[in-house]
């Protein structure tokens, strides 16, 4: 502890005497310091025990007195003084009624004792107080990072706790409570997610204090790693501000998880490299190659349906932007694999990523969560700002990876032409092709083919347009398409003949028929003519 002014008053050597504020002696002692000034307030932080001997105080007038001792109390000086047997043989009655209605402590220093020796002490149980800390903090780093070692994170945390009287939380890259100590703590550490998030967002290292709410906790967070964007996040909740035993202990655990985060990137990029060999085998259709590169790493990954994930950037001034859509997608993804204890291949390939995924898991899951976020926050501006694209392949195995990807990149194509944020493979098969002719591609074709049709119908001439839908239709079948029009079968014919004139095709060929409809059903999702 810092020297107080009991611990002064106790002090055998000092002889000094309470005689006024004996109920404050237990306040801390910042520095001694002796001034004779009339108004030493400007020169003072708070926390001093001032030394006078009254030299050029008047110390037995009522309201002087009075006035001095309330400038100080109100500066935050913690105790006066008072020199006897220099200026005045004993302490002013004006004083020690000035310092009592204040409440400040007052005490009477005897000649034989110098101010020198007041300050030394003060000096020495401030020097004594600080190596008493570090030695614990060294204490604390030792016992941090045996814990660290025997017990990981977890026991890291639960020494962190022990350590603050308090509590300690562990925060993932995606700002998930990864572990808390002790277990009690798991409901507040959660409560803190979206602090946590504001962290994130700063660059590292980066630290605030929460609180505290509700009158609970004051709690420190602390974001760990090295890098642009934080791997993780620390929370320390205590009762009361830390002290330099207890700060000592939190920049040791600090430095210890920050150690641990970064060797995990170095893991996790090692794994990285061999993930994208393992994709590579995967898709030259070597699967036997693939688990043996693999081993234990990706657990029963590739021995159970999977689906793969093929992401990119949406626009070009997203992709420029360091990736970090593409680095906040994988981190979304396997934040989630790592809670439900899942395997996944996570492989960035510079302004693409692609994920391997146990069907119907978590880290599928969370892709799915990540795109209806970016939709929802797409919908009000009424824009397509998203910054990725994501397409899902159907289940398959190892051996099917090649046409996984093949699928998982349609459903990006899609997704891009739709200006949707993901889009399945399944949705392709089960859909309809109709909505894929809203690509405005598509659509000018459609224009050009039909125009000549349109332009005709306008004159007055005949309806060669309803005609030709009618017709195709009904499969080319003359009675049921005239039927359909009210018209004879015959002018129908007529009509028909006019069309293959007027567009220089002939409609026996299915070809012919099938750009026709196509173009029909384009120009039919929009206006009724092209013009």
Sequence with gaps: ???????????????????????????????????????????????????????????????????????????????LGFAVGVNYEETPKALVDAAREQGLPLLEVPRRTPFLAISKAVSAEIAADQYRAVTAGFAAQRELTKQALTDGPEGLLAGLASQVDG?????????????????WAGRRAARLTADVERLRERPAPASSVVGPPDNE??????????????????????????????????????????????????????????????????LAGEPDHARAVAGHLYGGLLDAPFRMIVAETATR?????????????????????????????????????????????????????YAAALEAAREPAGGDGDEVVVGLSAPVGPIAAAAAYKQAEQALSVARRRGRVCVAHEQLAAGSVLPLLADDA?????????????????????????????????????????????????????????????????????????????????TSAGDSSPG
């Design 317 to 369: 001034v997203a992709a420029d932007a360091g990736g970090a859509p593409l680095a906040a997608l994988a981190e979304a993804v396997e934040s989630a694999a790592a809670r439900a204890g899942e395997a996944v291949l996570v492989v960035p390939e510079g302004e693409r990523l692609i994920v391997l995924a146990p069907d119907g898991g978590a880290a599928v899951a969370a892709c799915g969560e």
């Design 167 to 183: 509590w300690a939380a562990l925060y993932d890259a995606s700002g998930a409570v990864v572990a808390t100590a002790p277990e």
């Design 442 to 522: 598509v659509k000018a074709f459609a224009d050009g083919l039909l125009r000549p049709l349109y332009e005709h119908d306008a004159t007055g001439r005949g309806d060669l347009v309803a005609s030709l839908r009618a017709w195709l239709s009904h499969h080319g079948q003359w009675d049921a398409a005239a039927a359909d029009l009210g018209v004879h079968r015959h002018t129908l014919r007529y009509r028909m003949r006019r069309v293959e004139e007027i567009l220089g095709r002939s409609l026996d060929d299915p070809d012919v028929r099938m750009e026709l409809w196509l173009a029909l059903k384009a």
């Design 1 to 79: 502890m810092p020297p107080t002014l009991a611990s002064l008053v106790h002090h055998s050597a000092l002889k000094l005497t309470v005689r006024a504020g004996e109920d404050r002696l237990d306040v801390p002692v910042r520095w001694a310091h002796v001034s004779e000034l009339a108004d030493p307030v400007p020169y003072m932080d708070g926390g001093e025990l001032l030394l006078i001997t009254a030299l050029k105080l008047d110390a037995e007038d009522p309201q002087a007195m009075r006035r001095y001792v309330k400038r100080l109390a109100e500066a935050g000086v913690v105790g």
């Design 217 to 282: 906790d004051r709690v420190e967070l602390h974001s760990l790693g090295t890098g642009r964007r934080p791997r993780a996040a620390l929370a320390v909740g205590t009762a009361a501000a830390l002290g330099t035993a207890e700060r000592y202990a939190v920049h040791s655990a600090i430095a210890l998880l920050t150690l641990t985060t970064e060797r995990s990137r170095s893991l996790h990029a090692a794994e990285q490299r061999i993930g994208a060999a393992v994709l590579r085998m995967l």
